[in-house]
């Protein structure tokens, strides 16, 4: 389930619980592509706890329209992940590792208040 948290605009923060679905994957896409639209710099936040499931169904046409993404990382800000599951934070690392130009930091749920006020500041 996904629930999108209310911040600044050009911010865009979701918690996962449990399950990813495709119409989560367009929920998200479709507040990206806004958010893109609106500001030359958009920062992430996501929350995910207890993730057990990611609905493949979708994830083609997820791919297939953040493809274009990649030409626009330098647009990404900073990118907080607040994961209580060890393999969400390695792959997260692994992610910011393919991606330099994105300012990623991975946090333990204990850390969920700083990571969100992170991605807010600036």
Known sequence: MLQFIPGP??????????????ADL??????????????????????TRSLDAIEVSGLGAYIARAMPLFGQLRRF?????VADQAWV??????????????????????QRDEALAWVREG
């Open 9 to 22: 605009d050009n911010v865009i923060a979701v918690s996962i619980e449990h399950r990813l679905t495709s």
């Open 26 to 47: 367009v929920a998200v896409m479709d507040r990206l592509d806004a958010c893109l639209a609106a500001h030359d710099t958009v920062h992430v936040f996501v929350e």
């Open 77 to 81: 800000g900073r990118v907080a992940v």
């Open 89 to 110: 934070r390695a792959g997260t690392r692994i992610e910011s590792a393919l991606l330099p130009f994105v300012s990623y930091r991975v946090f333990k749920p204990e």
